[in-house]
């Protein structure tokens, strides 16, 4: 639970500026997971200040249909190692509506439209430097009002039980603004060699 597999928006670009083109994407996707275990947020689920109680976006085409009125061709980077989750993606996508074209990246590139990317989740809730508008470390570029005061005031309350309810907020406007739509823990496997051991014939 330490990472999750998301899909960035830019919000400076013009098709995706609209929370509605954001939310009528994440509609269009059937299966979030990929065959891996679902995530919901950017905070670790065994973190104090976790909430599952956030927006999500079970597939509703007819819903994409209401939110995305125009068709909009959009291009979907991804590192090497996601490429087979991001053709699943474009597979999804692509239809009279959405048109999605891939391009891998061997780092977060400066200009994106969409990203399919790998966050690593930090240990303390507090995402500030990722996504708060005045942070050239914002992933998506956002710009929310709200979002920048929950983490603002989320780094410098002392009390958790006010820094839980300022988070909890957070992850709820995260899933309704969606400047990433969060997707799946990725597996992971720990790998050793033992030590072999010779034994010395003399």
Do not use: C
Not at 1 to 13: A, E, K, P, R, S
Not at 46 to 73: C, D, G, H, M
């Amino acid at each position: 639970y330490n990472h999750v597999v998301m899909l960035v928006f830019n919000q400076t670009d013009p098709n995706l500026k609209e929370k509605s083109t954001r939310q009528g994407i994440a509609y269009a996707l059937s299966d979030k997971t990929f065959g891996e275990t679902e995530a919901l947020t950017t905070i670790n689920p065994n973190s104090w200040a976790y909430s599952p109680l956030v927006k999500t976006y079970p597939f509703n085409i007819q819903r994409t249909r209401e939110l995305i009125t125009s068709p909009v061709t959009l291009e979907l980077a991804t590192s090497p190692e996601l490429l087979p989750v991001a053709e699943k993606i474009k597979s999804e996508l692509d239809s009279d509506l959405i048109k999605i074209n891939t391009k891998v990246v061997t780092s977060t590139p400066d200009q994106f439209q969409l990203l399919l990317t790998t966050y690593s989740i930090p240990t303390d809730p507090d995402q500030y430097r990722d996504w708060h508008s005045t942070q050239a470390t914002n992933i998506g570029k956002g710009a929310d009002e709200k979002i920048d005061k929950l983490l603002e005031d989320g780094r410098v309350t002392l009390d958790q039980k006010e820094r839980k309810r300022i988070y909890i907020d957070f992850q709820k406007s995260f899933s309704e603004e969606l400047p990433a739509l969060v997707l799946y823990f990725p597996s992971t496997s720990d790998v050793s060699r033992k030590e072999a051991n010779f034994e010395i014939f003399k």
